[in-house]
């Protein structure tokens, strides 16, 4: 049965993941180059990017139809992906306290979800992708088999599910160590104050400062043991996908998880 753009479920599928790949390659190849070292790009730790081939099967809904109107074409698909592209940026920053891209140095940015310079990438892309990259790609699909199809999209559709299974669990660890390194951290400050006043009067003082005093080091040193504790391979996995990962309300926390990262790295080799 044919739906939108005259393609069925399966063939729409296919174009999602065959886009996802193109993107994972294009971003893979272009982080890597700007870091001097190769980067799995992506929120998945499988070769797709969704946001690509999401964006990819919205600017086809939304831009075939209008084929024969190049102007509103390249502007329905404009629109159409940017506007995906800020919800899916909201929705990801709300659930999970992170943004995994982030545009607030760009010009005309939207809340650093969307800008410019992305909308005017996603209005190439429409042209590249209506003319040029889709009618290709589209003959390669429709010329398999039905059957060929349903089990390609089916088996493709269950291993993109249980990866976005596992990729979830890592972002959902990422966010509560976010969350449990910004208690900690406020913990430690108050400790670490507490210990200041202490040191003013622990000159000539009696032995029970003294015993606070030596109490409240201990205490410092079992929250430190504690951020330490928190590490994950899950969550070490994510940001290395994604090294542009910010956090506007848990930025000196997040700094501190790279920090722990990196020391455990480090030690790991030794």
């Not at 306290?97 to 650093?112: H, I, S």
Request: charged share 25%.
């Amino acid at each position: 049965m044919e739906g939108i753009g005259g393609y069925t479920l399966s063939e729409w599928l296919l174009f999602f993941y065959i886009y996802c790949f193109i993107g994972w390659i294009w971003e893979s190849c272009y982080v890597s180059a700007r870091k001097r070292h190769w980067v799995n790009r992506g929120f998945l730790k499988g070769p797709l990017l969704p946001i690509y081939g999401s964006g990819a099967v919205v600017i086809l809904a939304a831009a075939l139809p209008l084929r024969q109107y190049p102007v509103l074409m390249v502007l329905g698909g404009m629109a159409a992906a940017t506007l995906l592209e800020y919800v899916t940026g909201a929705a990801m920053e709300a659930l999970f306290k992170a943004r995994y891209w982030d545009y607030t140095g760009e010009f005309l940015n939207l809340k650093g979800y969307i800008c410019l310079k992305s909308s005017l990438c996603w209005g190439v892309m429409t042209l590249l992708l209506v003319y040029a990259v889709h009618p290709p790609l589209a003959e390669l699909v429709t010329d398999l088999s039905p059957r060929i199809r349903y089990w390609a999209s089916l088996i493709l559709t269950a291993l993109t599910a249980g990866d976005f299974a596992t990729s979830f669990q890592a972002a959902m660890d990422f966010r509560n160590l976010l969350l449990r390194t910004e208690r900690l951290r406020e913990e430690l400050k108050a400790l670490q104050a507490r210990m200041d006043q202490l040191e003013v009067q622990i000159a000539g003082a009696g032995e029970e400062l003294r015993a606070q005093y030596r109490e409240l080091q201990l205490r410092r040193k079992l929250h430190l043991e504690k951020l330490q504790s928190l590490y994950s391979r899950r969550v070490h996995g994510l940001l290395k996908r994604n090294p542009g990962t910010v956090s506007r309300r848990h930025k000196e926390s997040l700094e501190a998880i790279r920090r722990m990262i990196r020391e455990r790295v480090e030690k790991d080799r030794k």
